[in-house]
């Protein structure tokens, strides 16, 4: 990427912009390439979602991913430029297109700042394909033409244009001209500060999906046959509503209701949009530290600190669970280690708790090696034992024909990344696949020897209100 040293600020005019965009289509024609042009501004503190529920349009791409009690959130909506890729070679595929399109980025302004510059943003399904029909690719990457981002205090607002050889000045520089005064002055609906009339909760319906208590039955006998030992089922719900469901609008629900996840919306523009309430980091890589984590092994929070304090400790007792945790863990270390990546050996599990649920939680850290890429580390983790099962291969063969229905995003991995080699991914779960009136939300459950059905379905219950209680508010 070509940074140069330009300040979007100074001399900021129609005309100014139009000069500078003229730059950048003769660096096109000599190239022979188009160049990816990245302006990043720093303005007045905004709000990522209600930025991005301004400009929302169904028909656009969007992607939006924060951590509340983090203070960070990024937003970016429609395409500059895009990646779809598919098979065992997807992550690879996206890698290289990151790179050759850096190689053809002229980034100016405050791209030191947080969430400055060009950001990629990804989905990748669980498995390598995908089955006809579905809404989504097995990987899908696009750069925003405007993106937005909150770290703490400072928010961050990036336009980012293709600029072909040929290319018309006049239309990119009057699109990024407003689009930079509206962030500079970004207005929304005003209110009469009184408390709104709360609609009462809309008639959702509820179907299940599949027989799930059956599947689990079929998956133990077939762990006690030494097939595998350990796989996720997930359960899957369709909902309806009595009106059309506002994917943002939802989401809003799930930030606030547990600002310790991953509230996050991705779409494509041709229907659907994935959200959700994760826990699950899958790799974060910042200042070339590689950080991921071991979740797995759950138990339902109490309705008193004392029984909440109780289970707790039950959990962490658990052989069930914590033979659930170590298989994770292990399989974390075992795919890191041939990318030359040692974390240091971690402690004891700890408790983690979140508002409907708690798990046993390890954290890894280790640095990220000369020549490695996020997207290597992403590959080689992704689907780890907390979503697929172990051994993987023949755990990956049997969820399908045992849940009785794709999995799309659900249980894949969602996130973004930076032209410095940074960037973050977390694992599609406690979500939901929202179009129109309807949704499909999904909850999983570990099962290993000595699972229960009863218990996996008591388990998935908790997880799935965690979606559900976002719908019908």
Known sequence: ???????????????????????????????????????????EALDPLAVLESIFEPHEPHFYAERPNLGTALAGAEVAARCEARGAGRFRQAKAWVGETLAHT???????????????????????????????????????????????????????????????????????????????????????????????????????????????????????????EKIVLARAQDLRAERSLHPLRVLNGLRQRFPDCYSFSYALGRGPSFIGASPERLVRVSGGMLETEALAGSMRRGSSASEDAALAAALLRSDKERREHAQVLDDILARLAPLGIAPDAPGAPQVRRLANVQHLHTPVRAALPGGRHLLDALEAMHPTPAVGGSPREPALAAIRELEGYPRGLYAGTLGWLDARGGGEFFVGIRSALVEGARARLYAGAGIVAGSAPEKEFAETELKFKAVRDAFVA
Not at 6 to 25: H, I, K, V, Y
Request: glycine content about 8%; some cysteine.
């Open 1 to 43: 990427m070509t940074i140069l040293p330009l300040n979007p600020t100074q001399n900021a005019s129609p005309d100014a912009l139009r000069a500078f965009l003229g730059e950048c289509r003769e660096a096109a024609r000599r190239d022979g390439h188009a160049k990816l042009v990245s302006i990043s501004l720093s303005v």
């Open 106 to 228: 002229i980034a100016v302004g405050d791209v030191a700042a947080p969430f400055g510059g060009p950001h990629f943003f990804a989905a990748f399904a669980f498995q390598d394909e995908v089955e006809a029909g579905e809404p989504f690719p097995p990987a899908s990457m696009f750069v925003p033409r405007w993106q937005v981002a909150l770290a703490g205090r400072t928010t961050t607002a990036v336009a980012n244009l293709l600029v072909g050889p040929e290319a018309e000045l006049e239309p990119l520089a009057l699109r990024v001209w407003r689009a930079h005064q509206k962030f500079q002055n970004m207005g929304f609906p005003e209110v009469n500060g009184m408390p709104a009339e709360s609609p009462a909760p809309s008639g959702c319906q509820l179907a299940e999906v599949g027989e799930y208590r059956q599947a689990v039955e079929r998956a133990l006998a077939r762990i006690a046959a030494g097939e595998f």
